[in-house]
T-cell receptor, first 115, second 113 residues
Framework: DAGVIQSPRHEVTEMGQEVTLRCKPISGHDYLFWYRQTMMRGLELLIYFNNNVPIDDSGMPEDRFSAKMPNASFSTLKIQPSEPRDSAVYFC?????????????FGPGTRLLVL | GDSVTQMEGPVTLSEEAFLTINCTYTATGYPSLFWYVQYPGEGLQLLLKATKADDKGSNKGFEATYRKETTSFHLEKGSVQVSDSAVYFCALIFYNQGGKLIFGQGTELSVKP
């Protein structure tokens, strides 16, 4: 079975450019999560969706970040305009159900470098 | 607020040594607790979990017991292998926070032959 798929795996861009990260969750999973990993802040949840609806976006750092889930098999995380401090690894994860006991399955991540 | 604290790394061990990675949490309720592992260049994978006090999670020779009295979930393995070299993350979820995983800072383990 295919796991969570993310693209691109690596992205290098210049400050001010728009960046779009993509995620395909595991088929049948109802929940989708976007995380960011940095040396300074560790792993932090940015936003998560249930049945394509954003439930909690309190972790989105600022208005430059936006996320969408137009259907059950696709989500995007967009940064516009990008800044060097956005450089990080961005992970997408999905789970069959939300809640306290469910396992989240992570994609391989997108390593973003903003110059 | 709710938080997870792990022992700092890197931890360097020889093959077949005993491993302990400490994890404690601060919370007002009773979360579920998880250990995730991240191999170089990969995403996180669930290693084990425990959903209530005194539960023991185990997988691939790793174990951790949910200790409510000490708010801890220490990871142990009796004999590590070179292939166990990775970064290990302790995490928790609360029942009223949907799927919001709160992670510790991660502990890097390096196992030498």
């Amino acid at each position: 079975d295919a796991g969570v798929i993310q693209s691109p795996r690596h992205e290098v861009t210049e400050m001010g450019q728009e960046v779009t990260l993509r995620c395909k969750p595991i088929s049948g999973h109802d929940y989708l999560f976007w995380y960011r990993q940095t040396m300074m802040r560790g792993l932090e949840l940015l936003i998560y969706f249930n049945n394509n609806v954003p439930i909690d976006d309190s972790g989105m750092p600022e208005d430059r970040f936006s996320a969408k889930m137009p259907n059950a098999s696709f989500s995007t995380l967009k940064i516009q305009p990008s800044e060097p401090r956005d450089s990080a690894v961005y992970f997408c994860a999905s789970s069959l159900r939300g809640g306290q006991t469910e396992t989240q399955y992570f994609g391989p991540g997108t390593r973003l470098l903003v110059l | 607020g709710d938080s997870v604290t792990q022992m700092e790394g890197p931890v360097t061990l020889s093959e077949e040594a005993f491993l302990t990675i400490n994890c404690t949490y601060t919370a007002t309720g009773y979360p579920s607790l998880f250990w995730y592992v991240q191999y170089p260049g990969e995403g996180l994978q669930l290693l084990l979990k425990a959903t209530k006090a005194d539960d023991k999670g185990s997988n691939k020779g790793f174990e951790a017991t949910y200790r409510k009295e000490t708010t801890s979930f220490h990871l142990e393995k009796g004999s590590v292998q070179v292939s166990d070299s990775a970064v290990y993350f302790c995490a928790l979820i609360f029942y009223n926070q949907g799927g919001k995983l709160i992670f510790g800072q991660g502990t890097e383990l390096s196992v030498k032959p």
